[in-house]
Every structure is written in C-alpha cells, then in structure tokens.
C-alpha cells in the first residue's frame, strides 16, 4: 500500500530552527510537495521537489533523497506565524497526491 | 495568479437537505479539481477527482449519490450534499490543477465548513 509518515507534533522556540522529517512509500514518484496549514484554514504551497537535493525559499527549505523515499523541511528563524500543521503530499504514478497525516508545529515563546 | 475561490465558506443546514458548494479558478483553467473533506485534526482526504466534461471519480467508500459533483466548464466545479446527516458536518476543500503548468501543483480554495444540525 501507499504510506506516508510524518511526526503528528513537534515544539521549537521562536527564533530557533526546526526540521520536520517525511518518509514515504508510494506506487511511483512524481514528486513532493510540502504544505502549510493553519487552524480553519486551506492548504498553501510551500514547496516542490522533484530532484534530489536541498531547495531554498527564504526561511523555508527542503531536501528530497528519492533513493531513501525521504524529504524534510527546515524552518529557519522561526515566527510564532510559523505555529501551523505542516503537510507532506507526494505525487504518485498516477499523478495522484497522497497525503501525509501533517505535523502540528507548536511554538514557543 | 493561481486562485481559486470557493462558496459558501461557511454553510449551516438542517438535516435532510441538501446544499451546493462551488469552486471556481480565478484566473486559469483547471483541468482537473479535487475535492476533500477534512476533520477535526485529521488530514485531508481526497473524496473525487473531477476533470471537465466527464464523470468525476470517486474514491473508495465515497457514496457518489450523496456527493454528487458537476464539472461543466474549465473555472467550475460544484460539489453537492444531498440529504445531509449531523455525520456530513466537516470541512470540504477544492483544489485545481493549472492547464498551463507542468508541476502538477494543486491550488486549493480557501474551504467550506458546513454543519449539518
């Protein structure tokens, strides 16, 4: 079957760095994505790898080894904005998304 | 760019009837739109695929009687909750997949959050 792992909750501080790990075993790759969610609120895109490696957007960052079905994202110098569900989807043969149950980031003050 | 709207955003009905919840792209064409539900501190869970002009596709244990989904055109997809039950209360996402765009990103309205009393 389809299966993606994620933790269900971390803590950081503000202003700290944090990474949020994703592994995953799919029917195929076509890539991962990595979304933000707040309370009540839809999904926003983060980020999309599709080639191994490590891709930076600002304070966000995320790596992908397809070879170890891994992927994490890095949240540098973190807002208590960044208190959010962080939701790891791949993108399956299929061209369909499997979603990760999301990791509810806490932070503190 | 990229938008996509959906409404209503927040729906109260009475047990047994039935209520429309449209998602529209603003500003391209979808080819295809997801819809999901989502659960108090679950994740989401696609319910059907649509592609324009043709029938959506289910996922397994989604009634497509009691979800029925219309997509008539390339900006529009509506999801319909026939004789809604107090169980139907969730919140229900669209996403869209751009015509013009290669990476297969989906972009999702802001939500529905329909209670069935």
């Known amino acids: 079957g389809q299966n993606i792992d994620q933790p269900t909750e971390m803590t950081a501080t503000e202003g700290a760095i944090v990474q949020i790990n994703c592994t995953y075993q799919?029917?195929?790759?076509?890539?991962l994505f990595w979304y933000q969610q707040h309370a009540g609120e839809a999904p926003t895109f983060l980020s999309y790898n599709v080639l191994d490696g490590l891709e930076e957007k600002g304070r966000f960052s995320s790596f992908l080894s397809r070879s170890k079905g891994y992927s994490y994202l890095l949240l540098k110098e973190l807002q208590m904005k960044d208190s959010a569900s962080y939701l790891c989807?791949?993108?399956?043969?299929?061209?369909?998304?499997?979603w990760g149950a999301g990791t509810k980031l806490i932070i503190k003050p | 760019g990229a938008v996509v709207s959906q409404h209503p955003s927040r729906v109260i009905c009475k047990s047994g009837t039935s209520v429309k919840i449209e998602c529209r792209s603003l500003d391209f064409q979808a080819t295809t739109m997801f819809w999901y539900r989502q659960f108090p501190k679950q994740s989401l869970m696609l319910m059907a695929t649509?592609?324009?002009?043709?029938?959506?596709?289910?996922e397994q244990g989604v009634e497509k009687d009691k979800f029925l989904i219309n997509h008539a055109s390339l900006t529009l997809s509506t999801l319909t909750v026939t004789s809604a039950h107090p169980e139907d209360s969730s919140f229900y996402i669209c996403?869209?997949?751009?015509?013009?765009?290669?990476?297969?990103?989906?972009?999702f309205g802001p939500g529905t959050r329909l209670t069935v009393t």
């Open positions: 799919t029917s195929g790759f076509n890539g």
């Open positions: 649509s592609n324009e002009g043709s029938k959506a596709t289910y």
């Open positions: 989807a791949v993108l399956d043969s299929n061209y369909q998304l499997i």
């Open positions: 996403s869209a997949r751009d015509l013009g765009q290669d990476a297969y990103e989906q972009y």
